[in-house]
């Protein structure tokens, strides 16, 4: 979960999001090459006493700014392309979720196991026990390294379904079926919120997903 001195992004728990990572840091240091490079050029021209006045073009120069950024553009372009595909792969999923949001909570169905079907409404913020806005009365519970679909809809305004730490940001539309397949790789309690300006109690909708052993989650599915 995100905390206050967590500059960065959050630890990765999906292998999703471990890529994610590595194209952020990817784009971080060609835009930051880039910008040492435009600030070393723009400080040379300042301090410069030798200059051309009669220069008013030159092929070369033209020919070296118009290539360059094209490569910075694949170099970008061709990665971003991968991921973006990447994401909406779907793997042969073993589990479906039914994701549907409403005026301001979440409702869940696992359909795969007898139906079953619970709303999550976020904790009273005065419990010192719970994590504050965003601990919920009903969490999600999914099984570790086992492929995971969510399938996400809304029931009135559009909402979006948001784990930074998995690497999901889903909207939820009404009348609309979205997927989004994910593989949590560690155990653990993954926080998230409605991502999306659904009305007056937009941030008081969060999303809680506990990932758990595979044998605890079969134990749990029996007594429920």
């Known amino acids: ?13 999906s292998p999703l999001k471990e890529q994610l990572i590595f ?5 971080m240091l060609i835009l930051t090459l880039i910008t040492v490079f435009i600030m070393y050029m723009m400080l040379t021209l300042i ?4 200059s051309n006045k009669y220069m008013i073009e030159h ?20 990665p971003s392309i991968h991921l973006l595909y990447l994401l909406d792969e779907s793997n042969s999923p073993s589990i479906s979720l039914k994701i549907i949001g409403h005026q301001w909570y979440w409702s869940y169905e696992y359909s795969d196991f007898k139906n079953i079907e619970f709303d999550s ?3 009273p913020s005065n419990s010192p026990e719970y994590f504050r806005l965003l601990d919920v009365d009903n969490r999600i519970i999914l099984p570790m390294n086992i492929q995971i679909r969510a399938l996400i809809s809304s029931s009135d305004v559009i909402h979006a379904w948001t784990v930074p730490s998995l690497g999901v940001k889903v909207d939820a539309m009404p009348g609309r079926l979205n997927q989004v397949n994910f593989y949590i790789n560690r155990p653990g309690l ?6 999306e300006i659904c009305g007056a109690n937009h941030s008081f909708m969060p999303i809680s997903v506990e990932g758990i052993n595979l044998n605890y989650f079969i134990n749990w599915i029996n007594k429920n």
Do not use: H, R, V
Not at 1 to 13: E, G, H, P, R, V
Not at 67 to 72: K, L
Not at 190 to 195: P, Y
């Open 1 to 13: 979960m995100a905390t206050w001195s967590n500059l960065m992004l959050q630890n990765s728990s």
């Open 23 to 27: 194209f952020y840091d990817n784009s």
């Open 47 to 50: 301090y410069n006493k030798i």
């Open 59 to 78: 092929q070369m120069i033209e020919l070296i700014w118009t290539i360059f950024p094209a490569f910075f553009l694949i170099f970008i372009g061709i």
């Open 121 to 123: 409404y976020m904790l």
């Open 190 to 195: 993954f926080f998230g919120q409605c991502s």
